[in-house]
């Protein structure tokens, strides 16, 4: 996986409450199609009038914000269907890192497994940076020192379990972490064959 | 000995592989579901990656969401070569236990896992499918998770996790007549919002959940992704025993008694404590319907959309615009009368063989208005052929119902069955996202009773009224 140490670029804000993975890749972009394809799809009910015509009222259409890295994002970002293809479409757009008050809870583990950064923030604090989110300025995420400095502003500390914040910042993967761990593993099962043998079909 | 635990944490700790530090665990899984999308997708990245099934007898697959329900297909849609026949290889090839269409046993993951006893009481169950919150109506810690996720599951038979915050639903009071476990959960989420559940896994409990069938905790421990906990959890009783007694998977004999016992003592103690608690006194709640894009713009079916101008602030006001400019309704316009042209009665919501019951009560002796198209579709074979030997799919096919083949449908749009642009469905599904059941198409969730109601007047209905004096 690829790692995450600093991002500074653009931030487009999208504020609305519970955006939903649907909106972010709709599922026919998902059937029998390869992660690769998914930017092209990304936001499509918002950012397409028609197959190919863009909506010049999206955000990530204007001028400023097309190049944008980082998302600013209302509540509940995310939620809904689990699909991953949410996670590949913004990394396709070369979106690298999401900050919201909070996240629909699959898409912000998926996140992870991409080595995109989804960033939990007090609703205030995400309101101050969607206002200082213009076209063009710039923000910088530092993962090592867990800070964000907003265009004309000063740092602001976010927190990120140590666990992952480690995993991104070396680019581990994570099946490979717990193939290490693949003792603990066996050693778990051979006591819970003991306490639950119906779980372990003969 | 710890203090008061609840359903949750017991299962938790069961669980528990190893402290990974700063909050994330290492969690065992007892289940694997694959679907033809998300399923098939991680079985591919595995292949790539390079690793092996570590227990491919703990997994089994179905391919539930690409499969057409159209008879005349039997069952094979567009999407056949690239996602159904594949999965059944693969699976084949990794010696994971698949359900082919028309088969015994198979039908929507969510439907079939509890109906084969696949799915079991305090056991961790994961899906590509956000909707795997469903087991929990037997009692299951079960997630959706995604396709990398699911790839760890397949590979090391655990997840990296954080502990969820615990949050208790209780539902009290005596359930009026035609209001369900729907409403009950609509209600919820209407009153609650959809961001209620937020790092959360969900009990449900309360009287109403004691004297309620394992279908309808299933219906209810489904909707909590749409409140936005990836977890929601029914403590089993003997209701949940019952059902499963028997059941294909289900461990028998003397393994089956000593489950039981395991089981009982699963329930949350007395005074163990919740992050979060809701009450909602069920007496109060009236048969739901959604007005909006989100499954929290609901209201009771005698109420209004709401007007934006009353919102808390700005971003409500535009959210609600947004959503009434798409369901094209206006401000203040009562739900009740507004036409529809399609109903829908399915999906790992609604599908079992209860749901279709209260369907055909009010069914029973009527006709689909002219200009509705409406659909039943079973959410598996044997819940198919369950319905077909009580006679159910007489009457919704006499009413002018499609009696159509198990699987996700057009709740999801993934299969070719679409609502068209700019039409009106009552469905009894999950969501009712823009372009949900179709781009441009309106969604407005229901229950199946409600659902049938407006498929006979062709308008949303309150079926208490058209049901009066036949409760």
């Not at chain 1, 991953?84 to 757009?93: F, H, M, P, T």
């Not at chain 1, 907003?150 to 910042?169: H, K, S």
């Not at chain 2, 009712?432 to 407005?444: C, D, K, L």
């Not at chain 2, 229950?447 to 498929?455: E, I, K, N, W, Y």
């Amino acid at each position: 996986m690829e790692k995450f140490t600093t991002l500074t670029g653009v931030a487009a804000p999208l504020m609305e409450a519970n955006i939903n993975t649907d909106i972010i890749i709709p599922i026919k972009r998902l059937v029998g199609t390869d992660r690769s394809t998914m930017g092209a799809y990304a936001f499509e009910p918002w950012r397409y009038r028609s197959e190919g015509v863009e909506n010049p009222d999206f955000v990530l259409n204007q001028d400023g914000y097309r190049d944008a890295t980082i998302l600013i994002a209302g509540p509940n970002f995310a939620c809904g269907s689990s699909r991953e293809g949410a996670v590949w479409a913004l990394d396709g757009i070369g979106i690298k890192a999401v900050i919201a008050p909070s996240f629909g809870g699959i898409f912000f583990n998926n996140c992870f497994q991409s080595g995109i950064l989804p960033i939990v923030l007090a609703p205030d604090v995400v309101d101050d940076f969607a206002a200082r989110a213009g076209p063009g300025a710039a923000f910088t995420i530092d993962l090592e020192a867990l800070a964000i400095t907003p265009p004309n502003g000063q740092p602001v500390a976010f927190e990120v379990e140590p666990f992952r914040r480690a995993a991104l910042l070396a680019g581990l993967d994570d099946v490979g972490m717990t193939l290490k761990r693949a003792d603990e593993i066996a050693a778990f099962q051979d006591a819970d064959r003991v306490d639950r043998p119906w779980i372990y079909p003969a | 000995m710890t203090g008061p635990q609840t359903l949750f944490d017991k299962v938790w700790d069961a669980h528990v592989v190893a402290d990974l530090g700063g909050g994330m665990n290492l969690i065992h899984v007892d289940r694997i579901l694959l679907h033809d999308l998300s399923g098939l997708r991680a079985l591919r990245m595995l292949k790539d990656q390079g690793h092996a099934v570590r227990h491919p007898e703990l997994c089994f697959a179905a391919p539930d969401h690409t499969v057409s329900s159209d008879p005349a297909t039997g069952g094979v849609g567009g999407f056949h070569e690239t996602c159904v026949v594949p999965l059944a290889e693969m699976t084949a090839a990794a010696g994971i236990r698949h359900y082919a269409m028309g088969e015994r046993g198979f039908g929507i993951l969510h439907v079939m896992g509890p109906e084969l006893g696949v799915t079991l009481p305090g056991a961790t169950l994961v899906c590509g499918d956000s909707h795997t919150c469903t087991h929990g109506g037997v009692g299951a810690f079960a997630m959706g998770i995604g396709s990398s996720e699911l790839v760890h599951a397949m590979v090391t038979q655990t997840l990296m996790q954080r502990k969820p915050k615990r949050l208790r639903v209780t539902f009290d009071g005596a359930l009026p007549d035609w209001v369900s476990a729907k409403d009950m959960i609509l209600h919820v989420i209407g009153r609650e919002g959809a961001a209620s559940g937020d790092g959360h896994a969900v009990e449900y409990a309360g009287q109403a959940i004691r004297s309620m069938s394992v279908e309808g905790r299933m219906t209810i421990c489904n909707l909590s992704i749409e409140m936005g906990a990836k977890i929601g959890m029914v403590a089993p009783d003997d209701t949940v025993f019952a059902y499963l007694e028997g059941r294909d998977h289900a461990p028998k004999g003397a393994q089956w008694d000593a489950a039981v016992a395991h089981w009982r003592g699963l329930a949350t103690d007395a005074g163990a404590a919740f992050d979060t608690e809701v009450d909602v006194d069920v007496a109060d709640v009236k048969p739901q319907i959604t007005w909006g894009t989100s499954p929290e713009h609901v209201i009771a079916v005698d109420g209004r959309v709401p007007d934006p101008d009353a919102a808390p602030d700005a971003e409500h006001a535009h959210a609600l615009r947004e959503a009434q400019a798409y369901a094209g309704l206006a401000p203040g316009e009562p739900i009740e009368g507004v036409g529809i042209q399609w109903v829908f009665i399915g999906s790992c919501t609604n599908s079992r063989v209860e749901d279709l019951r209260a369907a055909a009560r009010v069914l029973d002796g009527r006709k689909v208005a002219e200009g509705v198209r409406a659909w039943a579709v079973p959410g598996s074979e044997q819940t198919k052929a369950d319905a077909e030997a009580e006679g159910l799919d007489r009457v919704f096919k006499d009413a002018g119902f499609e009696w159509r083949l198990p699987g996700c449908s057009l709740c999801v749009g993934a299969n070719g069955e679409n609502v068209p642009a700019g039409e009106r469905c009552v469905s009894t599904s999950n969501r009712n996202f823009v372009g949900r059941q179709g781009p441009g198409s309106r969604t407005h969730l229901a229950s199946p009773a409600m659902a049938a109601a407006a498929a006979v007047t062709g308008r949303v209905t309150d079926v208490r009224k058209l049901m009066d004096g036949e409760a």
